[in-house]
């Protein structure tokens, strides 16, 4: 999968107000802080527990969800044309969208458009480095409990087990989810990873060990710890799935969900999808194929939902989209309206549309 390139323009007038918004008491950045176990608040007045909201810190999550990835206000290339207008086209497809904290105003207006809001928050290469994200953490904290009830769950990392090992992992989600998890209680958490041990020797897949220094913590072992930790709530999982083979998709997500079942939620990811031509490679059969390989066969296998990459992202000197680059549609886009209509993924929102502080 595709590393992506996010960038993060934090206002300096939010930043002030979400320090004066949030309780600094017990907001520390170290692994110490400890694994929530349950979504509810504290009683009122137990120490160091959060206050009870006078209404829930999450807006509600879609399940099945089906999220936009590659999407941003921060900069210009994540757009078609407009915020209105992609938010509208995104529609056909999807019900939610991941979007960069700091923006409040973006993530009113999609919630008018009826999608759902997930905050991306990757800030794993400044913590491996030593720098103190504790102030980034804060406001992602000052942002949800300023506007209750507008974001649906946060996703802390992209691919966390790429480059770092099972402690260092662990150490980083303690430091933003297990923060997280004590300052915004009942707003689910994620984290991106990839796990090569579910499709590895399976027909037409990679050899086990054979992938390398690179990815030798992507692994089921390291998940089983993360997932332990209790600082998530679920994965965005990528396995390493080979030749579009829409089968083993399904096989190696059946053993995913018995590995870590219910309630924990896995959301299955991708970049495969995406392209950066000006207009979709292939016809209808290699659309036909990446669907069935990348929407239909996760959740035939037991994926609650799908995070897709990339809506309209600049990578490495292209732009990757489902679209073609002038917004107009293709075989790719048609199939991946029908499949998420037929999951059921493309409806509204009850109490979504129009609301919001």
């Given at each position: 999968?595709?590393?992506?390139?996010?960038?993060?323009?934090l206002?300096?007038?939010?930043?002030?107000?979400?320090?004066l918004?949030v309780t600094?008491?017990?907001?520390?950045?170290?692994?110490?802080?400890g694994?929530?176990?349950?979504?509810?608040?504290?009683?009122?007045?137990?120490?160091?527990?959060?206050?009870?909201?006078?209404?829930p810190?999450?807006?509600?999550?879609?399940?099945?969800?089906?999220?936009?990835?590659?999407?941003s206000?921060?900069?210009?290339?994540?757009?078609?044309?407009?915020?209105?207008?992609?938010?509208?086209r995104?529609?056909?497809?999807?019900?939610?969208?991941?979007?960069l904290?700091?923006d409040?105003?973006?993530?009113?207006?999609a919630r008018?458009?009826?999608?759902?809001?997930?905050l991306?928050?990757?800030?794993?290469?400044?913590?491996?480095?030593?720098?103190?994200?504790?102030?980034?953490?804060?406001?992602?904290?000052?942002?949800?409990?300023?506007?209750?009830?507008?974001?649906?769950?946060?996703d802390?990392?992209?691919?966390?087990?790429?480059?770092?090992?099972?402690?260092?992992?662990?150490?980083?989600?303690?430091?933003?989810?297990?923060?997280?998890?004590?300052?915004l209680?009942?707003?689910?958490?994620?984290?991106?990873?990839?796990?090569?041990?579910?499709?590895?020797?399976?027909?037409?897949?990679?050899?086990?060990?054979?992938?390398?220094?690179?990815?030798r913590?992507?692994?089921?072992?390291?998940?089983?710890?993360f997932?332990?930790?209790?600082?998530?709530?679920g994965?965005?999982l990528a396995?390493?799935?080979?030749?579009n083979?829409?089968?083993?998709?399904?096989?190696?997500?059946?053993?995913?969900?018995?590995?870590?079942?219910?309630?924990?939620?896995?959301w299955?990811?991708?970049?495969?999808?995406?392209?950066?031509?000006t207009?979709?490679p292939?016809?209808?059969?290699?659309?036909?194929?990446?669907?069935?390989?990348?929407?239909?066969?996760?959740?035939?296998?037991?994926?609650q939902?799908?995070?897709?990459?990339?809506?309209?992202?600049?990578?490495?000197?292209?732009?990757?989209?489902?679209?073609?680059?002038?917004?107009?549609?293709?075989?790719?886009?048609?199939?991946?309206?029908?499949?998420s209509a037929?999951?059921?993924?493309a409806?509204?929102?009850?109490?979504?549309?129009g609301?919001?502080s």
């Amino acid at each position: 999968m595709i590393a992506r390139h996010r960038r993060w323009l934090l206002p300096a007038i939010f930043s002030a107000l979400a320090f004066l918004a949030v309780t600094l008491g017990g907001c520390s950045s170290t692994a110490g802080s400890g694994p929530a176990s349950s979504s509810r608040a504290a009683p009122s007045g137990t120490a160091g527990s959060p206050t009870v909201p006078a209404r829930p810190y999450a807006a509600p999550l879609p399940r099945p969800l089906l999220l936009a990835q590659g999407v941003s206000s921060a900069n210009a290339a994540h757009l078609f044309r407009s915020q209105a207008w992609d938010f509208g086209r995104m529609r056909a497809v999807f019900d939610a969208v991941s979007l960069l904290p700091g923006d409040q105003a973006t993530v009113q207006r999609a919630r008018r458009a009826g999608l759902a809001a997930v905050l991306e928050f990757d800030y794993k290469v400044d913590f491996f480095a030593g720098k103190d994200i504790s102030a980034q953490v804060q406001q992602v904290v000052g942002q949800i409990r300023s506007h209750p009830g507008t974001v649906s769950a946060i996703d802390v990392a992209d691919r966390l087990n790429q480059n770092y090992n099972v402690q260092q992992g662990v150490r980083y989600l303690a430091s933003t989810g297990g923060v997280f998890h004590r300052e915004l209680p009942g707003v689910p958490v994620f984290v991106n990873v990839s796990d090569g041990d579910l499709t590895c020797g399976l027909p037409g897949q990679s050899r086990c060990g054979s992938f390398g220094p690179r990815y030798r913590f992507e692994t089921n072992a390291t998940l089983d710890t993360f997932k332990r930790s209790g600082y998530v709530d679920g994965f965005l999982l990528a396995d390493n799935i080979k030749n579009n083979d829409a089968a083993v998709q399904v096989r190696a997500w059946r053993a995913a969900r018995a590995r870590w079942p219910d309630p924990f939620i896995l959301w299955s990811t991708c970049s495969q999808m995406s392209f950066p031509g000006t207009s979709q490679p292939g016809g209808p059969q290699t659309a036909g194929a990446l669907v069935a390989t990348y929407m239909t066969g996760p959740m035939r296998g037991g994926a609650q939902g799908l995070a897709l990459w990339a809506w309209h992202q600049l990578y490495e000197g292209g732009v990757y989209t489902f679209l073609n680059k002038n917004g107009s549609s293709n075989d790719l886009w048609r199939d991946m309206a029908a499949t998420s209509a037929s999951l059921g993924m493309a409806r509204a929102h009850a109490g979504l549309q129009g609301r919001g502080s």
